[in-house]
């Protein structure tokens, strides 16, 4: 135990990968479902950042947030359900806020970072991904 405990070797990394997934997936579930229940309203103060309209903007940062979001909790697709997630925050973070001090970006770093540790971890055992795969290789 003391091994375990002071050692080098991670304890489980399909447990740190599936804890990971539910805290990162659900945040962005809860920054999504806010902008998808309050689109109407935040639409006129949406910035168009990429020059692709306020409200493609919008539609596709809910869908990175929400619908990504539940996706990589799930563990389902989750290298490929991280990229939209990754993208909305290089945007937010060398955009959006380009200009802002980096306390104020800090977040939206944060966040492009821990995108990039789920990708290269994955879903790990504890997920849809596992079933879905384990189903196409019979």
């Given amino acids: 135990m003391k ?3 002071l050692g080098l070797k991670p304890i489980s990394t399909d447990f740190a990968a599936l804890l990971l997934r539910l805290i ?4 962005f579930i809860h920054f999504g479902y806010t902008k998808l229940i309050g689109f109407d309203q935040m639409l006129p103060l949406f910035p168009d950042l990429i020059g692709i309209g306020s409200k493609t903007s919008l539609i596709l940062v809910v869908f990175a947030e929400f619908f990504c979001g539940i996706f990589v909790t799930l563990g389902f697709v989750t290298r490929l359900t991280v990229i939209p997630i990754f993208i909305t925050m290089f945007v937010a973070f060398f955009i959006a806020h380009a200009n802002d001090p980096f306390q104020i970006k800090s977040l939206s770093f944060t966040y492009l970072l821990v995108s990039i540790v789920v ?3 994955g879903s790990g055992k504890f997920s849809l991904d596992r079933y879905v795969l384990s189903e196409s290789k019979r």
């Fill in 3 to 5: 091994e375990k405990i």
């Fill in 24 to 27: 990162f997936g659900g945040l």
């Fill in 119 to 121: 990708f290269v971890l």
